[in-house]
């Protein structure tokens, strides 16, 4: 297949969370599988590898202007990596805030991203047949497919990934629904309102084909008023295509038997080390 995974944060490029680890190591796994996998993340200042020009002068829609940016790729990681080079948007400290503070302009940052990510995918000509998406800084992506005028991802189905729910993108409808240029239709409790606000997340709940969360424990929980955070009732309406799939860890990385990170070595076989490890 090919698929197209689409992430604010991506190790080894950038990274505040689990999330990252999850981006990083999927498209390798497909790649060894056999898939053509491609990762899509914002060009971060914070991203230092040396990168490879690919399009220039791209440009999307953003509440009445034309907004212009880079694909930029990257291939050292066993997999094509592309890089949504944005300077307005993305070439400044922190990834989503800074001092504590989210960066004021958040909604306009990731509105952008999940177009650029489309527009993106039709000038390399890669026509995916899934887009995972992951949390709500990508989860615009499958509200644009089903509402927009897409014919170039006419086959394209959409998963979305829930890392952590309490993370919406809750955004103003004053400034959020001008920059998603769908139309005020959207903004219903079957869309994407939520108490007021317009939710990038809830975007995603509402239409992509698939949904997942990082382990089967926490599609259980989700669905819950505990841990649902007031989008329990959409979850349960799409309980159907909910899965739980369980975060894994890389052993080739995470191996105390081969780790050099380690003051000793240690395996099943050999736990002297694991005791030099604990004093």
Same mark, same amino acid.
């Given at each position: 297949?090919?698929?197209?995974?689409?992430?604010?944060?991506?190790?080894?490029?950038?990274?505040?969370?689990?999330?990252?680890?999850?981006?990083?190591?999927?498209?390798?796994?497909?790649?060894?599988?056999?898939?053509?996998?491609?990762?899509?993340?914002?060009?971060?200042?914070?991203?230092?590898?040396?990168?490879?020009?690919?399009?220039?002068?791209?440009?999307? =829609?953003?509440?009445?202007?034309?907004?212009?940016?880079?694909?930029?790729?990257?291939?050292?990681?066993?997999?094509?990596?592309?890089?949504?080079?944005?300077?307005?948007?993305?070439?400044? =400290?922190?990834?989503?805030?800074?001092?504590?503070?989210?960066?004021?302009?958040?909604?306009?940052?990731?509105?952008?991203?999940?177009?650029?990510?489309?527009?993106?995918?039709?000038?390399?000509?890669?026509?995916?047949?899934?887009?995972?998406?992951?949390?709500?800084?990508?989860?615009?992506?499958?509200?644009?497919?089903?509402?927009?005028?897409?014919?170039?991802?006419?086959?394209?189905?959409?998963?979305?990934? !829930?890392?952590?729910?309490?993370?919406?993108?809750?955004?103003?409808?004053?400034?959020?629904?001008?920059? !998603?240029?769908?139309?005020?239709?959207?903004?219903?409790? =079957?869309? !994407?309102?939520?108490?007021?606000?317009?939710?990038?997340?809830?975007?995603?709940?509402?239409?992509?084909?698939?949904?997942?969360?990082?382990?089967?424990?926490?599609?259980?929980?989700?669905?819950?008023?505990?841990?649902?955070?007031?989008?329990?009732?959409?979850?349960?309406?799409?309980?159907?295509?909910?899965?739980?799939?369980?975060?894994?860890?890389?052993?080739?990385?995470?191996?105390?038997? %081969?780790?050099?990170?380690?003051?000793?070595?240690?395996?099943?076989?050999?736990? %002297?080390?694991?005791?030099?490890?604990?004093?």
């Amino acid at each position: 297949m090919k698929i197209l995974l689409a992430a604010s944060e991506v190790v080894p490029y950038a990274k505040t969370g689990g999330l990252a680890d999850v981006a990083g190591a999927l498209p390798g796994q497909f790649t060894a599988l056999g898939h053509d996998a491609r990762l899509i993340m914002p060009r971060y200042q914070e991203v230092q590898q040396p990168l490879t020009l690919l399009k220039s002068d791209l440009s999307v =829609e953003l509440g009445g202007e034309r907004v212009s940016f880079d694909l930029l790729e990257d291939s050292s990681q066993g997999y094509t990596a592309w890089f949504v080079d944005c300077p307005r948007f993305f070439d400044r =400290e922190g990834l989503y805030q800074l001092d504590g503070e989210d960066h004021p302009d958040n909604a306009a940052r990731f509105i952008f991203f999940g177009k650029a990510i489309l527009a993106s995918a039709e000038a390399m000509g890669f026509p995916p047949d899934i887009i995972h998406a992951h949390d709500w800084q990508t989860a615009l992506v499958p509200l644009l497919l089903k509402r927009g005028e897409y014919p170039f991802f006419a086959k394209t189905a959409t998963v979305l990934t !829930i890392h952590n729910l309490a993370y919406m993108g809750n955004f103003p409808p004053e400034v959020a629904l001008p920059l !998603i240029g769908l139309g005020e239709g959207i903004f219903t409790a =079957e869309g !994407i309102e939520y108490y007021g606000k317009a939710n990038l997340l809830k975007a995603g709940l509402t239409a992509a084909d698939l949904l997942t969360t990082v382990s089967r424990r926490y599609a259980e929980e989700i669905l819950t008023h505990e841990f649902g955070y007031g989008l329990e009732g959409v979850l349960t309406r799409r309980q159907a295509d909910l899965h739980g799939v369980l975060n894994g860890i890389d052993y080739s990385l995470w191996n105390p038997a %081969t780790a050099e990170e380690l003051p000793a070595n240690f395996s099943a076989e050999y736990l %002297t080390g694991k005791t030099l490890c604990k004093k």
